[in-house]
């Protein structure tokens, strides 16, 4: 089974930037998104990325500010967030999927990561 490991989180301002990294252990070709959960709240899409990065998702309130992509490589995914606001805080979970195809629905991925938490004041 795939292990997912997330870093890259921390405590940053608002308007600051920072890139979440998912290191997977081994290679796939499935689906990958980042989750995010704020205390007290349910899991939440954020983004999705195919294996060939041709197609990826967002949830609507981070769009234009957050970008995914991935490195096959290096069997590595990584989310950069920009212009981050207060209401990102949450711990952030990489996933992956089950399918080849972007999915915002959490029960379409099979593996998880430990999380990484993103605090964001104003």
């Known amino acids: 089974q795939v292990q997912l490991v997330e870093s890259g989180g921390g405590a940053v301002q608002a308007g600051d930037s920072l890139r979440l990294t998912c290191v997977a252990s081994g290679r796939t070709s499935n689906v990958m998104a980042w989750f995010r959960q704020a205390p007290g709240k349910e899991r939440e899409f954020v983004s999705a990325?195919?294996?060939?990065?041709?197609?990826?998702s967002y949830t609507d309130s981070v769009k234009g500010r957050f970008t995914i992509s991935r490195d096959n490589a290096k069997n590595t995914m990584y989310l950069q967030m920009n212009s981050l606001k207060p209401e990102d805080t949450a711990a952030y979970y990489c996933?992956?999927?089950?399918?080849?195809?972007?999915?915002?629905?959490?029960?379409?991925?099979?593996?998880w990561g430990q999380g990484t938490q993103v605090t964001v004041s104003s």
């Open positions: 996933a992956l999927g089950r399918t080849l195809y972007t999915t915002a629905n959490y029960r379409d991925y099979m593996a």
């Open positions: 990325i195919t294996w060939n990065g041709g197609r990826n």
